[in-house]
Structure formats: structure tokens, C-alpha cells
């Protein structure tokens, strides 16, 4: 289905660090208890001083070049360095061949030797990573070995296996590492010697805890680029709180805004503060490694997830700051034109109609038959529209209400007037025009066989993006990703025994 469109999916990218030093105790961090956990850093000697990188570890840090061809020339580089990389990986699951996007070679991906190392949990941090492993970047999550990120058993399963999760955790390798264990942070600190990316969503002052903090993982990877998500940012009084997205759609203004005007706030059924906040994180990921091309470092993204809903809401902040005016819940309807709303059809079903243009308002009370509205003198802006909506709805209401979904929609096409069906999930997979776009795609899954979710939001020409595989078993890549950083296999069972990984 709509191999063709499938096929053009995909996004340009650029190459990103910096950030300033952190002081002795920031963040909350007791300068004795960093001590301690430098002390039992395998990186430092007794002192706190870092030993020579790589002895006894079999690790070798990589210093890039300030500014020698970006993320292209240090991606080649790695590719030498670590064979084994997704698109290698066993039964074909990395491969662009015979997985229905209309082929292609991975190597021409955007991202394609960009290596992201994901820490996240849940939904805004993951969702960031996997938009940038649907370009061709190299997404490792990490994840604890004894408590698996809460995701996996979220929502609906399928004989035991978490169906959200095959979206969160799409082109991504899973391994497994205890990172409050100093062992464990060390292994981290390897595997970000020669990253691209670090993306993370703990609480503010936790990663310091660990001795993770971007000023230590700067000293090994001056080049790193660091996506701190958190409900509220990394400073201020609210910054410690546990925050989630629920509580970013009601503090942004979006419940307060969303419902029945004689009706509680709303909040939305699905995590829609969290996927606005990981479109926003991909996209300054994408500004830091762009940056980090020209000036040879990284830097610290600080993403509060109050934040990017806030920016999708309109201009309620220069309105308040101008006028004084406070957006009131309006139900389906809007204060900026009219008709505008959900309308019930004879066989029980629902139309959507939209009247943003003049134009579009004119062609919907012609077709309604009330074609002398259009002399009306409020009639003429949005605005007064609005003001008249009650009669607006009730005489397309009338007329929608005698006819079949389908009936409403061809005599509105017909019309050139503004009208979509009220879908769910069944009349999406249904529909010719996403069939079209190939916006649903079959995934190959090593539990479930074949798994239909949304391909890839958008289609680039040139550098399609690809979903290659569905989320893996938890840690089913531990041992391939830490033997690609030189640890033996008597090495990684041993550190399995003791809980590291």
C-alpha cells in the first residue's frame, strides 16, 4: 500500500555542544558524595584524577577535529571503527530491502552514521530518538536490566507483548545497563566516547548524582550533543518535580482552553504534550549538531515539556499581554469563524466542517440552502461569524442531519467547500487517500511477525526516511553493542552476574 509515496520519506540533516562547566555542587550534588562516585569511577584514580582513557578497559577515546567535515567525516570514521552497525544487523532487520518502503540503500539516510544513545523512558524522550533512527541514525537504547522502561507494558498487549512499544522503540538496539552502579556509568561513558547524541528524561540533578552530568560526559565527548527532557527544565522551583505530559497540557493553558463551555477542562486521551514535545526535541537536536558542524562542540538541549504545547496554542500570551483576553472553552467551536464544528449524518455518523476563508463560509450556506446569509453584514469576517453561530450550526446542523456521511461529503466536494469525515482507526486504514500518502506500513517484528503502525510523517524526495524493524526485546542487544566497544564475552557475563547489565 502506497509503496511509491512510502518510498520518499525522509528528512535533511545537518551535524551539534558546548554548555558551561557545572560549578562544584550544582544541580544538587553534595561535592563528597560526586567525590565518592569518582573514587569508584573506574575512568579516575583515588584521587578523582582521570587515569589515561581506555587502560584496563579496552577503550579508546576519540578527540574529533574541531571542525573536519562534521557529522559526515566522524561518521565514516566510526563506520570503520564498528562494523557491526544496524544496518547489518542479523535476519535483514536494518536492511531498506524487501520491507515495502520502496527500497533504497541505508547509507543514503540523513543520519546514517549518527550514533544516538537513548536513556529516556516513557513517551516524549523515546518518541525523539525514534524520529531520528527513522532517518538512518544509529538509536541504542539503555534501559535497566531488572525494570524495563515502563513503556513496554503500556497499554494494549498481544500475547504478553506491549503493542506501544513496537512504536516507541522502532529502529532502535536495546541493550541493558545499570547506570546508579559506577560500573555501569563507566559502561555509559564508553558507549558515549564516540556518540553523536545523548537523549535522557530523568529528574533534573540525577545524572549529576551518578557523576553523568553533561560536564563529566563533556570531558569524555567534547562533541556530545545532550537532549535533557523534563517536565519543567533543569532550573528553576518546579524544575525537581516528577512532571508528565498530563500535567504539561493543563499548565500550558490547553485544558483550560479544551471542553464544553459549561464543562471541566479537558485533557486529551493520548500523550500530546509528549509527542509536540519530541518533534521539538528532534528538531533541536538537529540545531545542535548543525552548530556542533561549524564549531567543533556540543552543547546541552534543555527541554521542558510545559513548553512546545504552549507553543502550539496560538497567540494566548500576546492576547492576554495586549487585550486581556483569556481563551474560553468553546466546545468544537471557534471565536474566529463559523460554521465550525462536528455535525451528526442520518446514518449516525460525524462530518467535520471548517469555514477559515470567506470564501469557504460563502459555498456552505449556499449548499445549505440558506444562501442569504451571505448578505448579512456579520456575515462578512470570521469574527462576526462566530458571534452568529448558533444560527450557522443549526442550518447546516438541519441540513447535514437528512443525509448519509457519505452523501454530505460528495455534495461538499462537489460544492469545493471544507468537509471531512469523523474518523477512527478502521476508516483510517480504509481510506484511498492515506492509502495513497502510505502513511500505514507493515513492519517486520521479531515477535509478532508483521506490525501495521504509522509510517514516518513525512516524505523528502531525495533522503527517504524508513521504519526498519519494530522495538525489540528488552537487552536482545547488549551483548553485540558492548563487544562493538572491545569487552569480551567472559567480560559481559561477569558484569551480568553483578547486575550491571
Not at 558551561?20 to 558524595?33: C, F, K
Not at 553523536?196 to 528524561?201: A, G, K, P, R, S
Amino acid at each position: 500500500m502506497g509503496r511509491v509515496a512510502a518510498a520518499h520519506r525522509g528528512r535533511v540533516a545537518g551535524g551539534g555542544r558546548g554548555g558551561p562547566a557545572r560549578p562544584p555542587g550544582a544541580a544538587g550534588v553534595e561535592p563528597d558524595r560526586e567525590r565518592a562516585h569518582r573514587r569508584a569511577d573506574p575512568f579516575r584514580d583515588p584521587q578523582g584524577r582521570r587515569r589515561v582513557p581506555g587502560r584496563g578497559l579496552g577503550l579508546v577515546l576519540r578527540r574529533w577535529p574541531a571542525a573536519a567535515g562534521g557529522v559526515g567525516e566522524v561518521a565514516a570514521h566510526r563506520r570503520r571503527s564498528h562494523p557491526l552497525r544496524p544496518d547489518r544487523l542479523p535476519g535483514g532487520c536494518g536492511s531498506r530491502a524487501g520491507v515495502g518502503t520502496g527500497g533504497g540503500d541505508a547509507v543514503s539516510a540523513p543520519l546514517h552514521g549518527v550514533k544516538v544513545v537513548d536513556l529516556a523512558t516513557l513517551f516524549a524522550g523515546p518518541l525523539a530518538a525514534a524520529f531520528l533512527g527513522d532517518f538512518g541514525a544509529d538509536v541504542i537504547k539503555v534501559e535497566h536490566p531488572a525494570k524495563p522502561d515502563p513503556s513496554r507494558g503500556h497499554g494494549p498487549a498481544k500475547d504478553g507483548v506491549g503493542l506501544w512499544w513496537k512504536v516507541l522503540g522502532r529502529n532502535k538496539r536495546t541493550v541493558t545497563c545499570n547506570l546508579s552502579d559506577p560500573e555501569g556509568a563507566a559502561l555509559l561513558r564508553r558507549l558515549l566516547a564516540d556518540a553523536d547524541v545523548l537523549v535522557e528524561n530523568f529528574r533534573p540533578g540525577t545524572l549529576e548524582r551518578w557523576g553523568l552530568g553533561p560536564a563529566e560526559l563533556h570531558e569524555v565527548n567534547p562533541r556530545l550533543v545532550i537532549a535533557r527532557i523534563s517536565g519543567f527544565g533543569q532550573v528553576g522551583p518546579y524544575a525537581r518535580r516528577p512532571g508528565f505530559g498530563t500535567l504539561a497540557e493543563a499548565m500550558s493553558g490547553f485544558a483550560a482552553a479544551t471542553g464544553e463551555p459549561d464543562g471541566p477542562p479537558t485533557l486529551p486521551p493520548f500523550g500530546l504534550a509528549d509527542s509536540v514535545t519530541a518533534l521539538a526535541a528532534a528538531y533541536a537536536v538537529m540545531l545542535a549538531l548543525r552548530t556542533r558542524d561549524a564549531s567543533g562542540v556540543g552543547q546541552v538541549v534543555d527541554l521542558a515539556i510545559i513548553e512546545p504545547i504552549m507553543a502550539m496554542l496560538g497567540p494566548q500570551i500576546t492576547w492576554y499581554d495586549q487585550l486581556g483576553y483569556i481563551q474560553p472553552r468553546l466546545g468544537n467551536r471557534s471565536n474566529n469563524n463559523a460554521p465550525r464544528n462536528t455535525y451528526r449524518c442520518a446514518d449516525g455518523r460525524w462530518v467535520a466542517i471548517s469555514t477559515s476563508a470567506q470564501s469557504i463560509a460563502e459555498r456552505v450556506v449556499r449548499l445549505v440552502g440558506r444562501p442569504e446569509l451571505v448578505d448579512e453584514r456579520w456575515f462578512a469576517t470570521g469574527s462576526g461569524r462566530a458571534a452568529h453561530a448558533d444560527e450557522l450550526d443549526a442550518a447546516v446542523g438541519a441540513w447535514v442531519a437528512q443525509r448519509d456521511r457519505d452523501e454530505v461529503v460528495a455534495a461538499f466536494e462537489a460544492a469545493q467547500a471544507a468537509v471531512a469525515p469523523v474518523y477512527d482507526v478502521r476508516d483510517i486504514l480504509a481510506d484511498p487517500q492515506y492509502a495513497a500518502l502510505g502513511t500505514v506500513r507493515s513492519v517486520p517484528d521479531e515477535e509478532l511477525g508483521q506490525v501495521r503502525m504509522q509510517n514516518v510523517p513525512f516524505r523528502l524526495s531525495e533522503t527517504p526516511g524508513e521504519i526498519r524493524h519494530a522495538g525489540r526485546r528488552h537487552g536482545q542487544d547488549t551483548e553485540a553493542v558492548f563487544a562493538e566497544l572491545g569487552l569480551s564475552a567472559d567480560e559481559l557475563a561477569e558484569l551480568r552476574a553483578r547486575g550491571v547489565i
